[in-house]
């Protein structure tokens, strides 16, 4: 059986964005993503963090980097009471300067690459899996992989670059909020069901 997936996009969105930052000591979560962490470990949600790292491309930072990103992620997920299932990068960005990074991919958002990739090592339900972002771009990554989607409307996008694939689903005020929308779906979802079920016997 397939697990349904809340991804969430990190600088800006479950972390204060403070640009290229790869210092563990320096990563906060952002407003309300303490108690989004803490409602979405009580749901039946894998939970992943999918991010561009255009700083490996652009050389601010070396993608081994990374990994001491991810282990403070997991360790802030924990401290929350949840469990980081996994985390995506893309160290891509077509005008970078460090090879193979300098290069344009599938994995960057817009793109949904990291998703689909995430979907296919774990053995995610896109169709009930959602994607909350701070940004279109995020919104874009999440519809292309056939996911829910939630904008955090925050003030982070400042270009609203629009189009048929870049319309949340829903939006919010900080991640709390929408850790609230994902959960009230999912017991909707719940409630639902034996009368689904009734009525396909």
């Known amino acids: 059986m397939l ?23 320096l990563m ?13 470990a009580s749901q039946p949600f894998a939970l992943f963090v999918i991010s561009n790292q255009s700083g ?8 081994a980097a990374l990994k001491d990103v991810e282990a403070k992620l997991a360790s802030m997920f924990a401290e929350c009471g949840a469990t980081l299932a996994g985390a995506y990068w893309c160290p891509h960005h077509p005008d970078g300067s460090v090879a193979p990074y300098a ?7 817009p793109a949904p690459g990291m998703l689909l990739r995430a979907a296919r090592e774990h053995r995610l339900d896109l169709a009930r899996s959602w994607f ?3 940004i279109l771009d995020d919104v874009e990554a999440g519809n292309r992989a056939g ?3 939630i904008l955090l409307d925050n003030g ?17 005020a900080d ?5 609230r929308i994902v959960a009230g779906s999912a017991e909707a979802a719940l409630r639902s069901a034996p009368a689904g079920e009734e009525a396909a016997q």
């Open 103 to 109: 290069t344009a991919c599938d994995c960057r958002k």
């Open 28 to 40: 906060r979560l952002a407003p309300g993503a303490r108690a989004a962490l803490t409602l979405l």
């Open 147 to 149: 996911c829910r989607t």
């Open 156 to 172: 982070h996008e400042t270009e609203w670059i629009e189009g048929p694939q870049r319309v949340p689903h829903a939006r919010a």
């Open 132 to 134: 909350i972002g701070d």
């Open 56 to 63: 490996v491309a652009l050389g601010k930072f070396q993608r």
């Open 175 to 179: 991640l709390h909020e929408a850790a």
């Open 3 to 25: 697990q349904p997936a809340v991804f969430l996009d990190k600088d800006g969105t479950l972390l204060d964005d403070v640009p290229y930052n790869i210092d563990p000591s």
